[in-house]
């Protein structure tokens, strides 16, 4: 997994009542994979200073390098709308050219987070806090 950049704060602790989520998935060419790596990479700062971006994160697929998954995350659909008709998005739908297919691109819009209570509230009253999910 190859991660840009994720701030540790959940939304709710910002004070965001709903958030948008970007998820772009790229299924690379083999031998553009690093030039399109280095591409988005290359955009971090610039992103996480945009207005309403909340992070911005690239994950690669573990059993095939070559699946991108880039997941930004903004406060408002406003922001994001900006973001869309930025020169920076221009760029990375510019990279068309590296992959094998076009650009998956799906927004959620999120108006709930749930955390480890949920997991302890599936998992019952026996559910020892103390061990992992692996235990």
């Known amino acids: 997994m190859r991660e840009s950049s994720h701030n540790q704060k959940s939304w709710h602790s910002r004070g965001v009542v709903t958030m948008i989520v970007v998820r772009i998935t790229m299924n690379v060419l083999p031998e553009k994979q690093k030039e399109l790596v280095q591409t988005l990479l ?4 610039s992103m996480e200073m945009e207005t309403g971006c909340l992070s911005y994160a690239l994950y690669c ?75």
Do not use: C
Request: net charge negative; no cysteine; glycine share 12%.
């Open 42 to 45: 290359s955009m971090v700062g």
């Open 61 to 135: 697929n573990m059993e095939d390098q070559n699946l991108l998954n880039l997941l930004e995350e903004w406060q408002t659909r406003k922001a994001l709308n900006q973001h869309l008709r930025s020169d920076m998005f221009g760029v990375l739908l510019g990279t068309k050219s590296l992959l094998i297919e076009p650009h998956g691109i799906h927004i959620y819009t999120i108006g709930q987070s749930e955390g480890m209570e949920a997991v302890h509230s599936a998992r019952g009253k026996g559910f020892d806090r103390g061990h992992t999910l692996a235990s």
